[in-house]
């Protein structure tokens, strides 16, 4: 440890006490031993083993503002170790780990000692970059003394680690563009981008009419108009855009789609442009993509019960076919980052095909369609087969031929994730034949369906209600089979369906719930959560594929074998006080 003044231990002490590592009992007790040994606080919080040597170390650096360095797992190379011999590492507790230009990077138990830093720069002849550590670093790199570990360079990454980070928020912020605030227009921009952030709109909508343009946001799934701005903001709005964008300022006569990023209240979001000439000018769609506002987890979403057990099942098995289904909008896209969230590691290769690439994910290979260039979701597909994927993710199959490679990469030991525009689970079936896939090949690669909408969802403050005559009536007429009948099987039916003490079939009223209506909450809804009908693909309904049935068919099928329809599912919601009856015939009155 190095010397310290008493001033400096208790900055330590402070820091320590903050950070969690030392509470004030653990203090009072080491307090009173210290006066009782005549030993300082900080050595008595070692020996005592009340404080490790690694969080000393940290705390010391932080004080001293030095960087620290863990090397109680790190491996260096031998070419780095001879250029401090080990008597000298020994003698001064410093280690050598690596070099930052023409500087060796040293790890030593005292940077703070000025001395002992121009000692090792005298001895080597070389300039000292010095790094803080801990006395079990010290000697498991002492340790390494004499074995060859030239062919492990993990300690790139750790000396670098600061280096790295530093340069990737370089490379982030080239990439971002700044809305400055030097014009009026600007700061137009800036506003209505604000606060569609922070109401968390996914779209911005800016339409010219004859005398005016509207501006409105989709919040929860819904327009909203916010504001109405003066025709003259127009002209230069859209030309602020299209510079933003990268697109061409003087082509006003054929729609044209960009994209660019911006850093506003502190969150990185991307933008994606589409600009149409419409008959008072020209509109803006913005779609925004906030790259931290989205945990894709499963449960969170709305999947419970049934649905997430067909879900594991299909995503168990090591090829086939995971198709989602569902009008524009209704999340299929995050759907499929759920499910690649679920399976990635470092022990499988997951590729994925899409346009856009909406969120960005560590540890999965993402590629970028470039019809333009010739990269389409057939050709993309065609060529990452050969690049030893274990999990394919191809953002909609569009085409016959796109379809035809989703299957046959599914024939050959790929797990393939993909979307279609189907307006339920079962219609994907009719609509892949269409298409001109075989239905035997069909019928052997599909693993599990899912069809989906969204629905809004009911704030954190909440009233509950008991429903009315038509309310009672539509939830028995759509769940009724299905709810409990008896206080028995309550728990058992609840569990299986999964969701929370189900009402008994017999009640006259179910207790439903409504948000408050508030700004911050329009109409009392907040955020927006899914409707799911998830079908497993059994060999009942590969006989069904097989024989060309229709999507009632096979929906009737699969229904009868315990599918929970995205109806049903939202009324299941609704009895759960997760959505509202009005939300669930919004979304999903056409769906039996």
């Excluded at 909450?521 to 955020?527: A, I």
Aim: hydrophobic residues 40%; negative net charge; glycine residues 6%.
């Amino acid at each position: 440890m190095p010397l310290l003044t008493t001033k400096t231990q208790e900055q330590i002490i402070d820091a320590l006490v903050e950070n969690g590592l030392l509470d004030g009992n653990l203090l009072q007790k080491a307090n009173a031993q210290s006066e009782k040994d005549h030993n300082s606080l900080l050595s008595v919080l070692v020996t005592q083993g009340w404080l490790d040597e690694d969080s000393l170390a940290h705390a010391v650096s932080y004080i001293y503002n030095i960087p620290y360095i863990n090397l109680e797992n790190v491996k260096v190379g031998d070419d780095i170790l001879k250029m401090l011999p080990v008597n000298i590492a020994k003698q001064t507790m410093a280690v050598p780990v690596g070099i930052i230009g023409r500087q060796l990077v040293v790890a030593m138990l005292d940077a703070t000692n000025i001395q002992g830093v121009d000692f090792l720069s005298t001895s080597i002849n070389m300039p000292i970059l010095a790094y803080m550590t801990s006395q079990n670093g010290i000697n498991n790199i002492i340790k390494q003394y004499g074995t060859d570990f030239s062919s492990v360079d993990i300690i790139h990454q750790q000396i670098g680690k600061e280096n790295q980070e530093a340069a990737k928020e370089t490379a982030i912020s080239a990439n971002l563009k700044t809305i400055t605030q030097d014009s009026s227009i600007s700061k137009v921009l800036l506003t209505l981008l604000e606060y569609a952030i922070r109401a968390k709109a996914s779209d911005i909508h800016i339409e010219p009419i004859e005398m005016e343009l509207i501006v409105r946001c989709r919040i929860d799934g819904i327009l909203h108009e916010i504001i109405r701005l003066d025709k003259q903001a127009e002209a230069p709005l859209v030309s602020r855009v299209k510079i933003l964008a990268g697109l061409k300022i003087d082509e006003h006569r054929i729609p044209q789609d960009g994209q660019f990023a911006v850093k506003i209240l502190e969150k990185e979001v991307d933008l994606r442009i589409a600009i149409s000439p419409v008959v008072w000018g020209e509109q803006i769609v913005i779609r925004l993509l906030d790259k931290t506002g989205n945990s894709f987890d499963l449960t969170e979403m709305g999947f419970a019960g049934r649905a997430l057990r067909a879900i594991h099942s299909g995503m168990g098995k090591p090829n086939g076919m995971i198709l989602t289904s569902g009008p524009t909008g209704s999340g299929k896209s995050t759907t499929l980052y759920a499910l690649i969230k679920e399976i990635k590691g470092e022990e499988i290769n997951i590729v994925t095909l899409e346009d856009p690439v909406e969120y960005k994910m560590d540890g999965v290979n993402q590629i970028q369609i470039d019809p333009e260039v010739g990269l389409t979701f057939a050709s993309g597909l065609r060529s990452i087969l050969r690049q030893d994927p274990d999990v394919v993710m191809v953002g909609e199959i569009r085409d016959k031929e796109t379809a035809n490679l989703a299957v046959q990469a599914a024939l050959t030991g790929h797990l393939v994730l993909s979307t279609l525009h189907t307006n339920s689970a079962a219609g994907i079936l009719p609509r892949l034949l269409d298409m001109g896939v075989e239905p035997f090949l069909l019928a052997s690669t599909l693993n599990t369906v899912i069809g989906q909408r969204l629905v809004r969802r009911i704030a954190k403050d909440k009233t509950f209600y008991d429903s009315n005559e038509i309310e009672t009536k539509l939830i028995k007429e759509v769940v009724g089979h299905m709810l409990p009948k008896s206080a028995e099987e309550q728990r058992r039916v609840s569990e299986d369906l999964g969701y929370t003490d189900l009402p008994l079939a017999s009640v006259n009223n179910f207790k439903l719930a409504k948000g408050v209506d508030t700004q911050e909450t329009p109409r009392g809804y907040k955020g927006r959560v899914g409707l799911y009908e998830v079908m497993d693909v059994d060999e009942d309904i590969q006989k069904l594929i097989i024989s060309h049935a229709t999507s009632h068919e096979i929906m009737r099928a699969a229904q009868d074998k315990g599918m929970i329809s995205m109806r049903e599912d939202g009324m299941f919601k609704a009895l759960n006080g997760l959505t509202t009856i009005e939300e669930v015939n919004r979304v999903a009155s056409d769906i039996a």
